[in-house]
DNA sequence: CTGAAAGCGCTTACAG
DNA sequence: CTGAAAGCGCTTACAG
């Protein structure tokens, strides 16, 4: 049961100052070779690494970064930790997570906590019910304190910082137009409620896509659900009620769900309906058909977000630089469940 | 940018001594009432929190823990981190992620990392190169310098610490009897390779059930998969050149994957092949048929191990205790990918 | 070439 | 009731 050793452990050792330990495990010119020698080899033997707490105390930064996500059981963000956490480990950084589980309260409280010299800076993604509540107070709070934020996917214009999204808007409009071209006119939206600002672009590029086309907008087409995971029953009603041909969901689970519902009332994808749906995970490769769908690439989003952070927090002209919004490129992915 | 305000600050907007400042704050009845309530006012108008950092290094722990895990993407890895984060931020702790990426060098990396004062105590799960190369010596440091490990799942007898696992053998066993029992013979097994213990375990619960039902084993039928996402070649021969009429997967991917693979081959699932996987994650809701599945209970497992990871770290007599190996029930979830 | 001192932000036993 | 001092583990400007 060795403990860890510390400085002072070994200038015990040598008879020497702490001062000189610490110089001679950096090298430093001062100190004479011998005593390097000596102290560095000693060292080594007995594995001695600085405490990181008494550098971060030191140096006033902890070389963590903060990651408060709504769930991580789902593609998407789990994705996006990956990309996370492979840029900041090779950067140097390590990663705390935080998970709101959609609710604002812990949102909050996970900020709060960490932004007691926890972590040098935060990159987060809205839970749905600050996007409901539209109370952004904790965030503002924190980066009047000093602690740079990049915001990811879910964001608001009510706060001010380096943001990296994917391009909803386009992302939908390029998925509804490829239905659109492939012969498609009774074109079904399963999308979030409009206070979810991902949702709400979806939705936007659903309808731009179809005015363009020349196609009227079927209010009855579009299916609002609140319950990411679950209360799929307006859409059972919705091919009950309408001639659908095809489907658009603006998440995996909602066109898969969709998909599945429909093959249950006897209707065939692709050949009866083409689904497409958002986000490029497991769920997409699984389905059978497989899932057309618009990659969001996460782990990019990921990375970018680390890159504007620590930019933020290492670079000196940085710092003051203007907040910037980086927007990364979706794409559509081709599978079986589309012609 | 008001920065975060210090004792220090505090102490000298008053004149007072910074030691009074922190009595003060904590409400010591050292303090007369009247400055008591003037710095507490003060503390609270701006804010004050005391500084993490500070606290690590007064109170030699950090309230952090840090989780290692070979991937997050995939549904069991990321509920486990789900249950950790959860039952963690309840008692007052953060939670570091790090992923190894089934990679033995950075699960190392990844270790040392956080080995210098970053973290109190580890939960982890190995790496597939890990289990390869049978090399355990960065985890046995870590516990022979006193730091607690808790692993979970992907564990191995070499290192003696806490471990959290489901009972792999009996989930596989029940899956496979359930196969039995509903009239299939030529039962199919996908599997990992022997190295990785869960893989071993699962490939034995299988044989054993196999034995039991006076069925032998045909080692034609048993394919094992070294990448775990892809090259799944094999399991066409399987079906190309044997007839099958059930499927066990040890996980979701290659269970769905095969069925994927026997429907293309215009076989149908449950009628002429039953499939069942391990995990009851999204994917076992999302493909069709949806799958029978064994549930791990990954947050359970989660939950568990923090359990296990805050007694060995705050209760007086449990730091001494003979380590304990916890066994979470898996569950076989029944759907429509067999009969 | 080596070491004492100050400091990062906090706590707490001890003195007054 | 208040404050000075020591300490957690480290770094670094300064003195000798």
Chains 1, 2 share one sequence.
């Not at 009950?240 to 769900?257: I, Q």
């Not at 930019?311 to 630089?321: A, G, N």
């Amino acid at each position: 049961m060795k403990q860890k050793i510390t400085l002072k452990e070994i200038s015990r050792r040598f008879n020497v100052s702490i001062s000189t330990v610490s110089k001679a495990l950096k090298d430093s010119p001062e100190i004479s070779e011998k005593t390097k020698e000596i102290i560095q080899a000693f060292a080594k033997e007995h594995h001695y690494k600085p405490n990181n707490i008494a550098l971060s105390l030191k140096n006033q930064k902890t070389k963590n970064i903060g990651i408060i996500l709504p769930e991580i059981v789902h593609y998407f963000f789990s994705s996006v930790i990956t990309g996370v956490e492979r840029l900041a480990t090779a950067k140097g950084y390590n990663v705390i997570v935080c998970i709101s589980n959609e609710s604002f309260d812990k949102e909050v409280i996970n900020m709060q906590m960490l932004a007691n010299g926890s972590i040098d800076g935060f990159i987060m993604s809205l839970s749905k019910d600050t996007e409901k509540k539209q109370d952004f107070h904790h965030i503002n709070e924190v980066i009047n304190q000093g602690m740079p934020v990049v915001m990811i996917d879910r964001i608001t214009d009510q706060v001010n910082c380096d943001k990296v999204i994917i391009d909803d808007f386009h992302g939908a409009y390029s998925a509804v137009q490829y239905l659109i071209e492939s012969g498609r006119k009774r074109i079904a939206l399963i999308t979030m409620p409009d206070y979810m600002s991902v949702g709400k672009l979806r939705t936007e590029g659903y309808k731009k896509a179809l005015a363009d086309a020349g196609i009227e907008v079927d209010e009855n087409l579009i299916v609002k659900v609140e319950d990411f995971y679950g209360g799929f029953e307006p859409v059972e009603e919705l091919f009950k009620n309408n001639e659908v041909d095809a489907v658009f969901g603006v998440t995996e689970f909602f066109a898969v769900s969709a998909m599945k519902i429909a093959q249950k009332m006897g209707k065939s994808a692709p050949k009866d309906v083409s689904v497409i749906g958002f986000t490029d995970g497991i769920i997409s490769i699984s389905s059978s058909p497989s899932l057309t769908t618009v990659s969001q690439h996460g782990e990019e989003i990921g990375e970018k977000a680390v890159d504007l952070l620590i930019k933020r927090l290492e670079e000196e002209d940085f710092e003051s630089r203007p907040y910037e919004t980086e927007i990364i490129k979706s794409s559509l992915v081709k599978r079986e469940s589309t012609l």
